[in-house]
């Protein structure tokens, strides 16, 4: 069948009509990308996770640019998979295509090769192997205020992610090296920032892997310092502190923060990353406990991700929030400045003090009169 009328102007029409949609129509696209992205999102993540899990980045930091064949080859994977997984990287922006030959795009090869010092790689790993199927319960998480994404984590009964990880070594790991990238960007610039000279003995609040008191150890060269968290993690960071040559003035303590006793000659209480795991009530009980355990001078510091005061952002903390709510514990999220400030004046920490830091993080320091 013709579908062209034969008068002149409609075979001169239809093609401009055609032209003028086409032309909306990739407008429309490109102004609605991040509506796609997010519609996308599980598939792109996918892409990316499934790039990471064949090290196709680090493929062509060291070997590319290479043809689809030659990336067949490398990854033994069937040509029209591999067709699919360059399609999605390329469009994603995330490589490059040029005469026939796929390379990374600078941000790629900074972030998911593992020839860059700082990529990101375990925590693509984190939301892949912990994350991503709880999260598909994040709508029934909202209706029932708790975190029913637990039930793809498997194994013990504990309440919280933290305790069934205890469970799986090797999800622990991936956790850990996940945490262990988050805050070794971050707590460099938490290191430069907060002034620990006049502390004896500090301690990390779930430190997790010793990452922290590592670099802060590395800038305050008298410090001592442990990290406080479950009997497995401090296995793990234990182990890093030795390797890092720091454990004459490193150590971890086993310990529940609502439970165990905080050592008496703590006269520092870090709390990083911390205390987006509980309610709020909970952070004013621990910072409670943390007041009555310190001596007068003494010092409880908070150093995390921060939501602005007007609840309007930043996007990682909308994206972390749904991730304590549905997985982690049911209770937290990423609070504001203006929330930790008031629990602070709350368990009568005086002289306080915040600073802004990058990637979105904050410090906020109160003094025990
Ligand atoms: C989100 S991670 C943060 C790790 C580390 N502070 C960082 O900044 O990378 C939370 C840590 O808190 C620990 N944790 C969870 N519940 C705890 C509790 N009740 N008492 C002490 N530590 C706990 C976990 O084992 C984990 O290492």
Redesign the pocket.
């Known amino acids: 069948m013709n579908c062209y009328s034969d008068t002149p102007l409609s075979k001169f029409l239809t093609p401009l009509k055609l032209f003028v949609s086409l032309k909306a129509e990739s407008f429309w696209r490109w102004r609605n990308r991040e509506n796609y992205l997010i519609l996308g999102g599980h598939i792109y993540f996918q892409t990316l996770s499934a790039a990471v899990q064949l090290d196709l980045f680090s493929l062509l930091d060291e070997k590319g640019p290479l043809t689809e064949e030659e990336v067949a080859q490398a990854l033994n994977l069937e040509k029209q998979p591999c067709t699919i997984l360059l399609l999605g990287l390329t469009a994603l922006k995330l490589l490059v295509k040029k005469s026939g030959h796929y390379k990374n795009s600078k941000f790629a090869r900074a972030v998911y090769s593992r020839c860059s010092a700082k990529n990101m790689i375990d925590i693509v790993k984190w939301q892949h192997f912990i994350n991503y199927k709880p999260m598909y319960h994040f709508y029934e998480s909202l209706r029932a205020n708790t975190n029913t994404g637990l039930k793809d984590i498997p194994g013990g009964d504990e309440p919280?992610l933290?305790g069934r990880?205890t469970h799986h070594p090797e999800l622990e790991k991936i956790f850990?090296d996940a945490?262990?990238e988050?805050?070794l960007r971050?707590?460099e610039n938490f290191a430069t920032y907060v002034d620990l000279s006049a502390s004896r003995f500090l301690i990390?609040?779930?430190?997790?892997?010793g990452?922290?008191i590592i670099n802060l150890a590395k800038a305050n060269p008298e410090l001592r310092a442990a990290v406080?968290?479950?009997k497995t993690?401090c296995k793990i960071a234990e182990k890093n502190i030795a390797e890092k040559g720091f454990s004459s003035r490193l150590g971890a303590i086993q310990?529940?923060?609502?439970t165990?006793p905080f050592p008496q000659e703590a006269d520092t209480i870090l709390?990083?990353?911390?205390f987006?795991?509980w309610s709020l009530e909970e952070n004013l009980q621990i910072l409670k406990k943390a007041y009555d355990s310190l001596p007068s001078g003494g010092r409880a510091i908070i150093?995390n991700m921060m939501q602005h005061n007007d609840h309007t952002g930043p996007i990682l903390a909308a994206m972390g929030s749904p991730y304590f709510l549905t997985l982690?514990t049911g209770k937290g999220m990423l609070y504001t400045w203006d929330q930790y400030i008031e629990r602070f004046k709350a368990a009568g920490f005086k002289d306080i003090k915040t600073q802004r830091l990058p990637s979105d993080h904050g410090v906020i320091i109160g003094t025990k009169p």
């Open positions: 919280y933290y990880l850990q945490m262990h988050i805050s971050a707590s990390d609040v779930g430190g997790g892997d990452t922290n406080f968290d479950s993690v310990g529940d923060c609502f165990t709390f990083c990353h911390f987006t795991i150093f982690a």
